[in-house]
């Protein structure tokens, strides 16, 4: 019984560990109060997109630079598709390990850091999306970029 409890209270803590793994922002407290959960990277990444394309007349984006937005965020959003199914079968085989007698922490540490790994990978893959969506804009269209984020904002 006791052993039962505490593998509970492990994947309890497993959970806990991967869903605070986003942390909090001053920044995201509007987010935050308007939805009850955090934004995160992915969320901050999609938006923006969501809003380039949204005011694509208004930041006079090309056909070329639109084509080059969409196909951007079509491919981040495999890549971090493919990640999160990669993750969901690593925490499965964790816990699996979880429930062998007794448990072999070796591998178990081994599939852990393999999940943190592609979190990793998520996280350095959002931010080059970020990096070459500045890429993407000119310098006129991001500045107009951020004064329509502002005024969209307040």
Do not use: C
């Amino acid at each position: 019984m006791n052993r039962k409890v505490g593998i509970i209270i492990f994947l309890v803590f497993i959970g806990t560990l991967f869903s605070a793994s986003n942390g909090y922002s001053a920044l995201d407290y509007k987010h935050y109060k308007e939805t009850g959960r955090v934004q995160g990277l992915e969320d901050r990444f999609f938006n923006k997109i969501q809003f380039l394309l949204k005011n694509k007349k208004e930041l006079g984006l090309t056909p070329e630079q639109t084509a080059k937005i969409n196909d951007l965020k079509t491919d981040i959003a495999k890549k971090l598709m493919r990640n999160d199914g990669q993750e969901n079968v690593l925490k499965v085989d964790v816990g699996t390990g979880l429930w062998e007698s007794p448990p072999n922490t070796p591998v178990i540490d081994e599939l852990v850091d393999k999940m943190h790994e592609l979190q990793q990978e998520d996280s350095k893959t959002l931010l080059n999306g970020f990096y070459k969506i500045h890429e993407i804009l000119s310098a006129e269209q991001n500045k107009k970029y951020k004064n329509l984020w502002h005024k969209s904002k307040s």
